[in-house]
């Protein structure tokens, strides 16, 4: 069992990136998915979820209008789009399969000019 984040990196605050969770050796396709993201100063903060099927989504109030999740379940990948960054967006980006509890390893995103 695998999920794997890529696409964090040092970003300018305005500016976007995507980040992309694979999942493997599981049924990717029957799992609501989620993004949460940590900072050593604050506690585990949910991001964005997203329906089995894709068809619902939920999102933290700090990301509402900024962020977008998706899923690909021909790709078994979750996406999450992020616009206009801001610095307090720093953190380690995380993925969850929310039927399975499974997380991934994080992936750092650097907001800072």
């Known amino acids: 069992v695998q999920l794997v984040e890529s696409g964090g990196g040092l970003v300018q605050p305005g500016r976007s990136l995507r980040l992309s969770c694979v999942a493997s050796?599981?049924?990717?396709?029957?799992?609501?998915m989620r993004w949460y993201r940590q900072t050593p100063e604050k506690e585990r903060e949910f991001v964005a979820g997203?329906?089995?099927?894709?068809?619902?989504?939920d999102y933290g109030d700090s990301v509402k209008g900024r962020f977008t999740i998706s899923r690909d379940n021909n790709k078994n990948t979750v996406y999450l789009q992020m616009n206009s960054l801001k610095p307090e967006d720093t953190a380690v980006y995380y993925c969850?399969?929310?039927?399975?509890?499974?997380w991934g390893q994080g992936t750092q995103v650097t907001v800072s000019s």
């Open positions: 997203i329906g089995s099927s894709g068809a619902g989504t």
């Open positions: 969850n399969a929310v039927a399975y509890n499974y």
């Open positions: 050796g599981f049924t990717f396709s029957w799992s609501g």
